[in-house]
């Protein structure tokens, strides 16, 4: 379990740090991300503490929508919303003083870079089976209430988490911030990227934890957060 629970932590800061990576990259960030970055554009708080804020607003609704059939267990995921937005203001801490290139190449290359690292996190963090991100625990709540199929209910949310962020961008800020080609590039990359890493790494990773039973063979892609 220590095991586990190391690789799920490793997990969080290297997908945070992928998130760093795309909002370096100024070419838009990925859907679950996006009403955070957008509320850091808005307000003077750091982009990590909104991210907590919107993680424990959906464990909130996930509550909500299950009543008494919202497990304990799943109060875990407030833990894992405070981990995580603590990584995501450390890793944007360190590549603070890296300019944000003007080079629209090294713009792009900076957005697969962060698809990659996202995904590299995602295959950590899922495929250890430790406990969902809110976003997608709350996903899979909806899928379930609603009847329809998780990879359908997760192109509704991510569509409407980017519809809510661009209604708070050009309502306070005047013009669309947070969108845009990058964000297009999570969506098509990262779920790639995790196929890429769950095929080369989850022998070893097999290995490291002498139980095949305790990592997944393959990380669906439909279940990708695209941002965590």
Known sequence: MLKKIGLYVLGLFILALGVSISVKSNLGVSPVSSLAYVLSLIFPVKMGYFTMGVFIL??????LLLGKEFKFTSSLQVLCSVLFGYFVNFSNA???SIEVPSNLPVRLFLAVLSAA???LGIFLYVGVRVMPLPAEGLTEVISVKVKKPFS????FFDLTMLAISVLFSVFFLGSIKGIGLGTLISALLI???VGVFSAFLKEPLALFLKNKEQLITAVPQEKVDGNS
Do not use: E, H
């Open 58 to 63: 959906f464990i909130l609704v996930q509550f």
């Open 152 to 155: 359908k209910v997760k192109v």
């Open 94 to 96: 360190l590549l603070f």
């Open 117 to 119: 690292v996202c995904g």
């Open 191 to 193: 779920g790639k990227f």
